[in-house]
């Protein structure tokens, strides 16, 4: 026997923000969004960018110190062993952000490079080197003498060998995801700053 849902009723506090929007003249969100995170903020951009309206809600803000994808710096590599998936996501991902760097004129991805130090062949390497191959990624595989010329300032054992990935590097995360959410803002979307405190209850602000 199939059980009916009930429609929850919308709190007074609810219809008052409702009320509010209209009030503004403003029409209300399509989606909201919450967190403006790394998965919150690309998925704010792609809803913004399709023609949806967007309110993007985080306590802090976009690229606060609190959150999971802040800090300076994310590394964007290529090697991931059996788990080719991410390698597929990582170069997919590299030609988004270069292209939003274009678009945007913010400068977002550093091609550092990324340096693998190994002592032995082993699966993940291999594995590492198809998904490459595939890919079409340059890499260069490099001896101890090799490593030694091409990056003086470390040290390395005659026993190591080393897997250059030439076009790997790192993304300014807290700028990033700051250009991300700038950016759902510029296609009509919002951004609030809060976190709701108990339900029913507005939506509060940090001090």
């Not at 597929?88 to 340096?115: Q, S, Y």
């Not at 190591?160 to 790192?170: D, Q, T, V």
Request: charged share 30%; hydrophobic share 40%.
């Amino acid at each position: 026997m199939k059980k009916r849902l009930k429609a929850k009723r919308t709190s007074p506090e609810s219809r008052a923000e409702i009320r509010r929007y209209k009030m503004r003249g403003a029409r209300l969100p399509d989606v909201a969004v919450i967190g403006a995170g790394a998965f919150g903020g690309w998925t704010a951009w792609h809803l913004a960018r399709c023609g949806a309206r967007v309110v993007l809600v985080d306590a802090w803000g976009a690229g606060n110190s609190r959150g999971t994808s802040s800090g300076e710096a994310r590394i964007l590599r290529f090697a991931y062993g059996e788990k080719s998936l991410y390698s597929r996501w990582t170069h997919r991902a590299r030609k988004i952000w270069r292209d939003c760097e274009a678009e945007w004129n913010v400068p977002l991805f550093e091609p550092c490079g990324m340096l693998w130090l190994l002592r032995e062949e082993n699966d993940y390497l291999r594995a590492s080197l198809a998904a490459l191959d595939a890919l079409r990624e340059p890499y260069e595989r490099l001896s101890a003498v090799e490593c030694g010329r091409r990056f003086p300032q470390m040290a390395f054992d005659d026993a190591e060998f080393a897997l250059y990935e030439p076009k790997s590097g790192f993304l300014r995360a807290q700028r990033a995801m700051q250009a991300v959410a700038a950016q759902v803002a510029r296609l009509g979307g919002e951004l609030r700053i809060g976190w709701v405190e108990e339900r029913g209850a507005r939506m509060a602000a940090p001090h």
